[in-house]
């Protein structure tokens, strides 16, 4: 009985998850209401309060799912790969996750860079645990000797988180006729280009 309620819950909590997130990527936080979070989930008002203890927290939470979501992806792609080719895979999983969740990606790229928000600390530290896997796999392609000795590696990790997410929404929203194939590998030309230098 506990599994089927659990179950229930956590199929609740993911459809008020992608409500919000659709949502919020539409009209914005500030503008979306638990009135219409509840809604756009079918579900009561109530249902929004009982998972959660307001949209802010609800908000944090559908964060911590989102990155948490992509930051296993990271993991599970590199996963006994040498670093040059846990590169191209790390390119690969980040444009699939973001083609797969495009609304959330594209609101993490709205609130990304935002410092007045509340969950402004929650957002770093997640972000931080998704690049310390692409700073794993840059540190293992300079300790390989693949990529350069000299490479900043704390640097190319963001840049390479952050690059691949501007790319793919802006593949996504003004190049969809591009294939996913075409996209990765213009961007492991970047890649590649950094580890000739």
């Known amino acids: 009985m506990t599994d089927g309620r659990t179950r229930r819950r956590e199929d609740t909590r993911q459809r008020l998850f992608v409500a919000a997130v659709d949502l919020i990527a539409e009209q914005g936080f500030s503008a979306t209401t638990v009135d219409d979070i509840a809604a756009r989930a079918g579900v009561a008002k109530g249902t929004v309060y009982y998972n959660f203890e307001s949209k802010t927290v ?5 964060l911590r799912h989102g990155i948490g979501l992509l930051t296993a992806e990271f993991r599970a792609a590199v996963d006994g790969l040498p670093p040059l080719e ?3 895979a790390l390119v690969r999983a980040q444009l699939e996750y973001i083609r797969r969740y495009r609304a959330f990606a594209q609101l993490l790229l709205s609130e990304m860079w935002r ?8 957002l770093r530290l997640l972000r931080g645990e998704a690049i310390a896997v692409i ?3 840059v540190q ?5 000797g693949d990529l350069p000795a000299d490479l900043d590696v704390r640097t190319a990790s963001s840049a390479l988180f952050g690059v691949g997410l501007v ?3 802006d593949w996504l929203v003004f190049s969809p006729d591009r294939s996913i194939d075409e996209v990765q590998e213009s961007l ?3 890649v590649r280009r950094v580890a000739r230098t």
């Open 135 to 137: 700073a794993d796999t």
């Open 86 to 88: 846990a590169l191209g």
């Open 58 to 62: 609800l908000f944090e939470e559908l």
């Open 167 to 169: 790319v793919a929404v």
């Open 115 to 122: 410092t007045n928000r509340e969950w402004q600390q929650t």
């Open 188 to 190: 492991l030309g970047i």
């Open 140 to 144: 293992a392609g300079v300790d390989s």
